[in-house]
């Protein structure tokens, strides 16, 4: 990696936590703009740029730091009824990357699709974890943790595909004026 693609991973992972500590309250699940800066990751950064970037977002918050929602840190967050939601940004974060990679595939159509498996992956594995967790059955698991968000997550989405076309746009225009 060169030290542009370390720079703009930590700023992504700086991202990311402020963005999780704009917490609304919400039940079991808070409401952050967590899900609005991890879906600007991949469209942003390389695949493995986004991969390493939320990897490292976890290990920080994993290691005490408080970069989680409600500025909490722990490996009991990530083990909590939520984590599941964190874990689900790491494993949704392959394919996001890898469909934004895509060449042929217009860059629009891309985003969408690559944003919509991180989305799917993260409500999936959240799912399961505050079931597990939480003890709760599918049904009351998706009422709490998944449906309340639906709406306000595609909004995070379309803004975040929107943030990343003037962030690309910026970066390409700086790679230009390096040259």
Not at 56 to 81: D, E, H, K, R, T
Not at 131 to 138: R, S
């Amino acid at each position: 990696m060169t030290s542009r693609s370390i720079a703009q991973c930590g700023l992504c992972c700086a991202l990311l936590a402020c963005s999780a500590w704009v917490t609304i309250p919400f039940g079991p699940v808070p409401f952050t703009l967590q899900t609005l800066a991890v879906a600007l990751v991949p469209q942003v950064l390389g695949r493995r740029e986004a991969v390493f970037t939320v990897a490292a977002y976890l290990v920080l918050g994993a290691i005490g730091l408080p970069v989680f929602s409600g500025f909490q840190g722990g490996i009991g967050v990530l083990a909590g009824p939520t984590g599941g939601f964190l874990w689900g940004f790491l494993v949704g974060m392959v394919p996001a990357a890898t469909i934004m990679g895509i060449s042929r595939m217009p860059r629009a159509a891309a985003a969408g699709l690559g944003c919509a498996a991180l989305l799917l992956i993260s409500y999936a594995l959240g799912t399961l974890q505050i079931m597990f967790v939480g003890g709760m059955e599918l049904p009351a698991a998706l009422a709490v943790a998944v449906l309340p968000f639906v709406v306000p997550d595609i909004v995070k989405l379309i803004a975040a595909c929107a943030l990343a076309r003037a962030v690309n746009h910026a970066l390409a225009a700086s790679n230009v004026a390096r040259s």
